[in-house]
C-alpha cells in the first residue's frame, strides 16, 4: 500500500488469527489469450495510479470517473470503517495516451466515492464528459467488467505514476486480505510476475483477453511481516493467517457497477449494491 511519499503511519497487528506461517511464491500460471493493453485511459496522480472508467449505465455525456484507491486521496487514509461520499476536493490527473505521453489534465471537484473498508477505491467524479474527453484527446475510457474476475486470466496492472506495465496472471483470490487497520474481502493476488512498486497504487487491473477492468492494484507484501503496513496476510475460512512474502495483490472492481446509475450518480441503495455505507 505504499505511495511514492508515504507518511509515518503506525501500524496495528492483528492477533485474531493463528499464524500459520510464511508461504512461498506461488508459480506464475500461464492461460495464452488476448493482447496486453496500452496506456490509454489511464491517469497518474500526485501519488498514484488511476484510469478513467466507464460504468454500466455510463453514457458519452456522463462526467467521466477517475478510478483509483481509498489510500491514494489527498486529504488522507481512511480509516477502517469509514465510507466518504459526495465530498468536495480539488485535484487534477494527467491523462495518458495510448504511447504513455501525457495528453493533457482532467480536474475532479467532487469524491464520488472512497473507502478502505472491506475494499480499497476512490472514485473521482470529473468536469469532463467522456464525449469531451474523446472529441480533446481522441482517448476512451476504459470499461469495468460487471463480472468476478477468473482464475487464471493474465491480466496487466497499468501504472499511469510511472508509464510501466507488469504483466502477470491471477493466481487466485484472499478471503480477508489484512494491513494495518484495514480488513479487504476477496483480494485478487497475482501471481510473482506482477513485482508492483510504490506509485502503481490504483492503477487499473485489466483482463489481457477482454481488455476490461477488473480490478484496482493495492498493495504489496514487501518485508515479510505480519499484518502491518506494506505487508498484508491473508486470512483464509478457519481464521489461519499466511503471509506471501513479495507477493502483490489488487480489488476487485466489478461490484461498483450496480452502485452508479444514470448520470454516473452514486446510489448505494440500488439493488445489487454491495459497497459499504457510511456510519449513521
Same mark, same amino acid.
Not at 476512451?140 to 496472471?169: M, N, Q
Not at 477482454?210 to 484496482?216: A, E, F, N, R, S
Given at each position: 500500500?505504499?505511495?511514492?511519499?508515504?507518511?509515518?503511519?503506525?501500524?496495528?497487528?492483528?492477533?485474531?488469527?493463528?499464524?500459520?506461517?510464511? *508461504?512461498?511464491?506461488?508459480?506464475?500460471?500461464?492461460?495464452?489469450?488476448?493482447?496486453?493493453?496500452?496506456?490509454?485511459?489511464?491517469? *497518474?496522480?500526485?501519488?498514484?495510479?488511476?484510469?478513467?472508467?466507464?460504468?454500466?449505465?455510463?453514457?458519452?455525456?456522463?462526467?467521466?470517473?477517475?478510478?483509483?484507491?481509498?489510500?491514494?486521496?489527498?486529504?488522507?487514509?481512511?480509516?477502517?470503517?469509514?465510507?466518504?461520499?459526495?465530498?468536495?476536493?480539488?485535484?487534477?490527473?494527467?491523462?495518458?495516451? *495510448?504511447?504513455?505521453?501525457?495528453?493533457?489534465?482532467?480536474?475532479?471537484?467532487?469524491?464520488?466515492?472512497?473507502?478502505?473498508? /472491506?475494499?480499497? &477505491?476512490?472514485?473521482?467524479?470529473?468536469?469532463?464528459t467522456y464525449k469531451e474527453i474523446k472529441r480533446k484527446y481522441g482517448i476512451d475510457a476504459l470499461r469495468l467488467d460487471a463480472k468476478h474476475p477468473r482464475k487464471g486470466r /493474465?491480466?496487466?496492472?497499468?501504472?499511469?505514476?510511472?508509464?510501466?506495465?507488469?504483466?502477470?496472471?491471477?493466481?487466485?483470490? *484472499?478471503?480477508?486480505?489484512?494491513?494495518?487497520?484495514?480488513?479487504?474481502?476477496?483480494?485478487?493476488?497475482?501471481?510473482? /510476475?506482477?513485482?508492483?512498486?510504490?506509485?502503481?497504487?490504483?492503477?487499473?487491473?485489466?483482463?489481457?483477453?477482454?481488455?476490461?477492468?477488473?480490478?484496482?492494484?493495492?498493495?504489496?507484501?514487501? /518485508?515479510?511481516?505480519?499484518?502491518?503496513?506494506?505487508?498484508?496476510?491473508?486470512?483464509?475460512?478457519?481464521?489461519?493467517?499466511?503471509?506471501?512474502?513479495?507477493?502483490?495483490?489488487?480489488?476487485?472492481?466489478?461490484? &461498483?457497477?450496480?452502485?452508479?446509475?444514470?448520470?454516473?450518480?452514486?446510489?448505494?441503495?440500488?439493488?445489487?449494491?454491495?459497497?459499504?455505507?457510511?456510519?449513521?
Amino acid at each position: 500500500m505504499r505511495k511514492p511519499l508515504v507518511s509515518t503511519l503506525a501500524a496495528a497487528l492483528f492477533g485474531a488469527a493463528a499464524l500459520t506461517g510464511i *508461504a512461498t511464491a506461488p508459480a506464475a500460471a500461464a492461460s495464452g489469450g488476448g493482447t496486453p493493453p496500452s496506456f490509454e485511459g489511464t491517469v *497518474a496522480l500526485s501519488n498514484c495510479s488511476g484510469s478513467v472508467v466507464k460504468l454500466k449505465h455510463s453514457r458519452p455525456d456522463d462526467p467521466a470517473l477517475v478510478l483509483s484507491n481509498g489510500h491514494c486521496l489527498e486529504e488522507g487514509m481512511p480509516g477502517a470503517g469509514e465510507v466518504i461520499v459526495d465530498q468536495q476536493t480539488s485535484r487534477d490527473f494527467t491523462l495518458l495516451n *495510448a504511447d504513455g505521453s501525457d495528453a493533457g489534465k482532467v480536474h475532479s471537484d467532487k469524491i464520488a466515492y472512497a473507502t478502505m473498508t /472491506d475494499t480499497d &477505491i476512490s472514485l473521482y467524479e470529473t468536469d469532463t464528459t467522456y464525449k469531451e474527453i474523446k472529441r480533446k484527446y481522441g482517448i476512451d475510457a476504459l470499461r469495468l467488467d460487471a463480472k468476478h474476475p477468473r482464475k487464471g486470466r /493474465d491480466i496487466t496492472v497499468v501504472s499511469g505514476y510511472w508509464k510501466e506495465k507488469f504483466g502477470c496472471a491471477i493466481d487466485g483470490f *484472499a478471503h480477508r486480505l489484512k494491513e494495518a487497520d484495514w480488513t479487504w474481502k476477496d483480494s485478487i493476488r497475482y501471481t510473482m /510476475d506482477c513485482q508492483t512498486k510504490g506509485g502503481t497504487s490504483g492503477s487499473p487491473v485489466i483482463d489481457d483477453r477482454t481488455g476490461k477492468v477488473v480490478g484496482v492494484n493495492n498493495t504489496h507484501n514487501e /518485508d515479510g511481516e505480519m499484518c502491518t503496513l506494506n505487508n498484508p496476510c491473508e486470512v483464509n475460512e478457519q481464521g489461519h493467517v499466511v503471509i506471501r512474502y513479495l507477493n502483490a495483490y489488487g480489488q476487485q472492481t466489478y461490484l &461498483i457497477n450496480p452502485c452508479f446509475g444514470r448520470g454516473n450518480q452514486l446510489d448505494l441503495d440500488a439493488r445489487g449494491c454491495r459497497l459499504p455505507q457510511p456510519q449513521s
